[in-house]
């Protein structure tokens, strides 16, 4: 393992330090299972694990059982050697007594990101969770917020009085400065809650969550948007699927990920996914919610992130989805590809979000625009009014590239410390200072983990910078069909492009040739005797 120490004073550093060494050579880093000895044999030859099986126990998680999925971050050992990271910030003074005290609702994803940014700078946290999020949901959580103390959690209640109020009774004496929204599934509650908490807030409205609605606000406020028909009846959209050419996207109104979001190429295949998600439960939390039937925008899919404050907004990143075909999936992500900032398609739709920002009355905290950047200019896909998902994996690649601001920490300072959020760049640099790109692992295999030989490689990969999956020996792996069956997340950085590109292209060549895992056999009924 790896620690990073710091500290104020040089001694208490060292003492720190000391005590480690001592740990080490008392070799008391570990408990170790006893072990039978091998008292004696024939041949007196020593018995040694190979390579394979001492792999096995290095990707296997002690504190879990064989089948869990337990989220694991892997770190280069070279990235402070090839990169040096200018901070354009000083670093934040913790909160004052830790008497502010923060509401996260849902804090799951990126939101856990967010979380322990806000436990770093010393905030007691007060987590809600909204009861639409599933126990599988609630632990989807990012490495670095598996390990938070909260100061407590509340479970949302029947109405939104008494789910404010027990807010209130959680939170004590201390002072109740910001909710701010984690997940998805969490958007209409945060809000209704800093309405109802009377904190910094963007009030309430539907479209903030209600695709449908986003479009209708947007057209509204004289931006581009799509042609569309909702509803929760196939009546509904029918007058739409006649007059439409095909193919059309048919999604829920509330999704995330690509969820339940299909490409249709006949009015029959557009009816029958929405039926489809009219009878199901969507993985964002999404029950009883319309459907939504648009066209299909041809273009390259952008995703512009914006931090916001009384409704000035600042740009921290503009991405390139990497979305293709793959396993009967759409719209399946094989990446994020950091654009300039300085190129004609960024400086188009930067604008044009921020215009959807305030169609939407989005005005405090982080988002994400999703845009199609189509032959008549930019057209937004959907706004997610919460910070980028992904678990923020792409995190690390952000603060190389624009130097030491994020979506994340800059998501504190817009909610508490009006000072630094000022400080915040109107827009990154241009160029970027550093050159990377995110990778998402697509896996058109499925079964149960028995080794990981792909993750060993790209560990070895000349740009890797980190790793971050749900997936160890014995887990359950699916074919990837949108970013919840995502079996990785790996971020690549190197001044030289070249060497970026070839290891990315050996990430999809084993991709391919499906040898990220090795599976275990799986018994085959091969048919019952007669009886």
């Known amino acids: 393992g790896s620690v990073i120490l710091m500290h104020h004073d040089a001694e208490i550093l060292q003492k720190d330090l000391n005590t480690i060494r001592q740990m080490e050579i008392d070799c008391a880093l570990f408990e170790f299972r006893a072990e039978p000895i091998l008292l004696g044999s024939p041949k007196r ?24 999925r337990a989220r694991t971050r892997t770190f280069s050992r070279n990235l402070s050697l090839d990169f040096e990271m200018e901070m354009v910030f000083e670093p ?3 909160a004052v007594h830790g008497q502010e005290c923060i509401v ?42 598996r390990s938070l103390k909260y100061h407590a959690q509340v479970d949302e209640k029947a109405t939104l009085e008494e789910t404010a109020e027990a807010v209130r009774q959680a939170v004590g004496d201390l002072k109740l400065c910001a909710v701010i929204c984690g997940s998805e599934a969490g958007v209409t509650l945060a809000d209704a809650l800093s309405v109802e908490l009377k904190v910094r807030t963007n009030g309430n409205s539907a479209g903030r969550r209600d695709k449908k609605v986003q479009q209708e606000l947007v057209r509204k406020a004289g931006l581009r948007s799509v042609r569309q028909a909702g509803g929760t009846k196939l009546s ?26 299909k490409m249709c190429h006949t009015v029959e295949e ?61 719209f399946v992500y094989y990446g994020m590809i950091p654009v300039d900032i300085g190129s004609k398609e960024a400086q188009e739709m930067i604008p044009y979000v921020r215009g959807v920002l305030d169609a939407l009355g989005m005005k405090n905290g982080p988002s994400h625009g999703e845009v199609m950047m189509t032959q008549r200019g930019p057209c937004l896909v959907e706004m997610n009014c919460r910070a980028h998902g992904g678990d923020g994996a792409w995190d690390p690649l952000a603060m190389e590239l624009t130097g030491g601001f994020t979506q994340v920490n800059c998501s504190i300072d817009s909610y508490m410390n009006p000072d ?10 241009s160029p970027y200072k550093a050159c990377g790109q995110e990778a998402m692992l ?20 000349e740009s890797f910078v980190s790793l971050e999956t749900n997936y160890s020996i014995g887990s359950k792996v699916e074919r990837t069909v949108d970013i919840f069956t995502s079996i990785g997340s790996v971020i690549l950085m190197h001044h030289d492009a070249e060497i970026l590109q070839q290891d990315l292209n050996t990430i999809r060549q084993m991709e ?14 091969l048919g019952r005797p007669p009886e």
Not at 420 to 429: G, S
């Open 45 to 68: 030859e020593p018995v040694v694990p190979d390579d394979e099986t001492m792999s096995q126990f290095a990707l296997s998680s002690p504190s879990a059982s064989p089948i869990t």
């Open 92 to 94: 934040p003074d913790r």
């Open 104 to 145: 996260i609702v849902d804090p799951i994803s990126t939101g856990g990101n967010i979380a322990a940014e806000a436990a770093k700078r010393g905030y007691p946290l007060v987590v809600v969770w909204d009861k639409d999020l599933t126990e599988a949901n609630r632990s989807h959580v990012p490495l670095c917020a």
């Open 236 to 261: 509904d959209i029918e007058e739409f699927l006649a007059s439409e050419s095909m193919p059309v996207v048919v999604k829920p109104v509330e999704s995330a990920g690509s969820d339940g979001v």
């Open 270 to 330: 557009a009816k029958e996914h929405f039926t489809l998600l009219m009878n199901s439960q969507r993985k964002v939390g999404s029950q009883n919610a319309s459907v939504l039937c648009q066209e299909f925008l041809k273009g390259k899919e952008y995703v512009v992130d914006h931090v916001s404050r009384d409704g000035v907004h600042k740009t921290t990143m503009v991405w390139l989805y990497d979305k293709r075909k793959a396993n009967g999936g759409d």
């Open 420 to 429: 630094a959020f000022n400080k915040i760049p109107d827009q990154p640099p």
């Open 442 to 461: 697509v896996s058109f295999a499925e079964g149960t983990v028995a080794a990981t030989p792909g993750y060993d490689k790209i560990r070895t990969l």
């Open 512 to 525: 391919i040739d499906c040898a990220l895992f090795e599976f275990q056999p799986e018994a085959i009924l």
